[in-house]
């Protein structure tokens, strides 16, 4: 496997859940290639298998079959020390309820996953306050959330998901919990990062209006993939 920076490819994965003879499959034969830079939707109705394959992305979960690679290396063998050293360099997260700490300022918030790095105090506030102010939020940096709007909490998310500089991004339903007019700002937001910082996003979504900004949309049904929107040509690939 010659995967390069960024590149995500998932081999003949199969998933359930459950023990012993009590197993629920949730993926089946799950084959797909993410280049870098790609700003990839996966779409699917509730239980269709959307965030356990983000999860298997992200090295949250492991398949009973098949292979899960980045960068070449076959993260799906990793033990859980070279998987949390694996996510604190490449991998950023954004979430639906942001999951911001409560008790800290926007740029203390942002600032987590530098300390997680090990990252000076002097370098790392630098960083932290250099992209909230490229996510708009240079004049926020010691609100608390309870402070902020939801588009502006998401705007945190995004910034914090972004500060440790990842390869991919994964994003589970990050407009979800936003009223239209915001949702259309944070779509902007993540299209922008993703094209001037180039890294690979892969977004989970229900909502056609984020589906419809992804250079592609991976379509899941009952745990298979049905086909691949490239929304760059309007063409569509049916898999059978």
Aim: charged share 20%; aromatic share 4%; with cysteine.
């Amino acid at each position: 496997m010659a995967n390069g920076i960024g590149e995500l490819t998932v081999e003949g994965v199969n998933h359930s859940y459950g023990t012993g003879k009590i197993k629920v499959p949730v993926l089946h034969q799950i084959s797909l290639h993410i280049n870098k830079g790609e700003f990839i939707a996966l779409c699917g109705t509730s239980g269709s298998g959307k965030s356990t394959l983000l999860n298997l992305l992200a090295g949250l979960t492991r398949p009973d079959e098949g292979s899960v690679w980045l960068n070449g290396e076959e993260i799906s063998r990793f033990n859980e020390n070279q998987l949390c050293l694996f996510r604190r360099k490449c991998i950023g997260f954004i979430f639906q309820s942001y999951n911001l700490l409560p008790n800290l300022t926007a740029l203390e918030n942002v600032e987590l996953p530098l300390i997680f790095a090990g990252e000076g105090v002097r370098k790392r506030r630098e960083r932290a306050k250099a992209i909230l102010h490229q996510v708009g939020l240079g004049e926020r940096l010691d609100h608390k959330p309870n402070e902020l709007s939801g588009g502006q909490q998401q705007r945190v998310s995004i910034a914090r998901a972004l500060v440790n500089q990842p390869q991919i991004v994964l994003a589970d339903e990050p407009t979800g919990n936003l009223d239209s007019a915001t949702e259309k700002e944070i779509l902007a937001l993540m299209r922008q990062m993703n094209r001037e910082i180039g890294t690979t996003f892969v977004v989970v979504t229900h909502d056609q209006e984020v589906a419809h900004q992804a250079d592609r949309v991976i379509y899941l049904q009952d745990g298979w993939i049905k086909r691949i929107e490239n929304a760059r040509t309007a063409n569509e690939v049916q898999l059978t």
